[in-house]
């Protein structure tokens, strides 16, 4: 008897948590059914009173002459490669310093640990500064680059 009510218990938290977790996601994309009004005026309620689906269109054909087909192959391009550069790096890195005896392994492994524990925020004006003085801003070398020499 004890034990039933735990499962129950256990299976009622997880299925809150869930529906917690998964509401935002769910705003979304009911939100992408609705019109300017409702979603600015009426964005507690979730399911839209009337269904726009012209939004898909409109967002198709695009804006400022860039449409979503554009977007979407700008996303896949920079996701290819920088996770192969995330992967080629990381097993080069990660083999240096599990098999490779050299003098300030230790230090230098406490360094890249201490860098990945601080937030992308820190590091994200310093990086911009680089790349605007290198003349690299508005290309995909900012997007992929990092990636090639380890994130920490």
């Given at each position: 008897m004890r034990k039933s009510f735990h499962i129950i218990l256990y299976h009622v938290l997880i299925l809150f948590f869930g529906l917690i977790m998964i509401y935002p996601v769910l705003w979304m994309v009911l939100g992408s059914f609705k019109d300017n009004y409702d979603i600015l005026n009426r964005s507690i309620q979730l399911i839209p009173s009337v269904w726009h689906t012209e939004n898909y269109a409109t967002g198709w054909k695009g804006f400022g002459n860039i449409t979503f087909r554009t977007f979407f192959a700008n996303s896949f391009f920079i996701?290819?490669?920088?996770?192969?550069?995330?992967?080629?790096?990381s097993a080069l890195i990660a083999y240096a310093f599990a098999r490779v005896k050299f003098k300030g392994r230790k230090f230098l492994f406490a360094c890249m640990i201490s860098t990945m524990l601080l937030p992308g925020q820190v590091t994200l004006i310093p990086q911009y500064i680089i790349f605007q003085k290198m003349k690299m801003v508005n290309t995909y070398i900012p997007l992929i680059l990092?990636?090639?020499?380890?994130?920490a």
């Open positions: 996701t290819i490669f920088a996770t192969a550069g995330t992967v080629l790096s990092p990636h090639f020499f380890g994130q």
